[in-house]
């Protein structure tokens, strides 16, 4: 038996089913934040790094497991950050300012993103010319 009246069939009113998705992607995200944040930390005190020092900062992405591990950290942190953003606009943001929010959001997401990972890689490998 149904429950849903012709008017929201027509409509097409109901779940979309990407909402579990969703909620699956954030909670994958947020777990694995956990040991990559933990090593982050760990490395950093352990290594007693001096960030306001370029060559402690190269020295230390210069390794590979370092560079490596910094990118799934930059790429999954900023990824759970998009997700949790887009729900706050999605629930509230009202109007047309909510397609220009999950647009914005998006791409600022994509250019840190961008930024961070090449950044990574140019320390990690030396000067590009």
Not at 7 to 35: D, M
Not at 87 to 94: F, L, P, T
């Amino acid at each position: 038996m149904k429950y849903r009246t012709p008017l929201s069939n027509v409509l097409g009113l109901g779940s979309s089913k990407t909402g579990v998705h969703h909620w699956w992607l954030q909670r994958l995200t947020a777990v694995a934040l956990i040991p990559l944040t933990l090593w982050f930390a760990y490395a950093v005190v352990s290594q007693r790094l001096d960030f306001s020092s370029f060559e402690s900062a190269r020295q230390f992405i210069g390794q590979p497991i370092h560079a490596l591990l910094l990118i799934l950290l930059t790429f999954t942190m900023l990824h759970h950050s998009q997700l949790g953003i887009q729900v706050i606009v999605e629930d509230y943001v009202h109007g047309p300012l909510k397609v220009v929010g999950l647009i914005a959001s998006k791409y600022a997401h994509i250019a840190a993103g961008v930024a961070a990972i090449y950044s990574i890689v140019v320390i990690s490998v030396g000067q590009v010319s």
